[in-house]
């Protein structure tokens, strides 16, 4: 994010530093940035996972473990580069590999179903991210200052908290952090 407390020559610098080894942008405030770190700082291990599950997929389908991984490794790193050196945006690439009736539009719909399908998945992981982090945000808080949260605590140097992870309900179609008081 912009400061006002940094002059233009001192934003600069920032910007020529960080864009030296990575793409630079800037937030409109900085409330923004558990968003940041769910989509960019945790995409990783969401990218890994979905390598590592192409390769489990294509094991399962009798390929070896080692034709399995370079496919799905090889598969990333040429789309990736596709999407980094391509023109067309991401929706454009997906359609030009699908041909109509063929094996990739078959997964598609599966993959881009609104009810249980990749978007609706990927949503509720990062919600659940940004929701986890503000939850340890508050553990720090609480465990490493005395803040009072309630009178029926005003001699606890904290309250205790637990976490739980509640499970869908038939009214709800995601899971949520809920922080509760013992």
Do not use: H
């Not at 605590?153 to 992870?165: E, H, N, Q, T, V």
């Amino acid at each position: 994010c912009k400061s006002k407390n940094l002059s233009k020559d001192e934003v600069k610098t920032v910007y020529t530093l960080l864009s030296a080894f990575s793409t630079v942008i800037y937030l409109k405030n900085e409330s923004l940035i558990d968003n940041v770190t769910a989509i960019s700082g945790s995409g990783p291990g969401y990218i890994f996972y979905l390598v590592e599950a192409l390769s489990q997929i294509g094991v399962d389908q009798g390929l070896s473990i080692k034709d399995s991984k370079t496919l799905a490794r090889e598969t990333l790193i040429g789309s990736a580069r596709l999407v980094e050196t391509s023109n067309n945006d991401p929706k454009t690439l997906k359609e030009n590999v699908t041909s109509p009736g063929g094996t990739t539009e078959a997964g598609l719909l599966v993959l881009e179903s609104k009810v249980n399908g990749l978007y609706p998945l990927l949503k509720l992981t990062i919600n659940n991210n940004m929701v986890a982090r503000k939850i340890f945000f508050i553990i720090t808080l609480l465990f490493t200052t005395k803040i009072i949260i309630n009178k029926r605590y005003s001699k606890a140097d904290f309250c205790p908290i637990k976490i739980r992870l509640l499970e869908s309900t038939k009214n709800s179609q995601s899971n949520f952090f809920k922080v509760d008081q013992w």
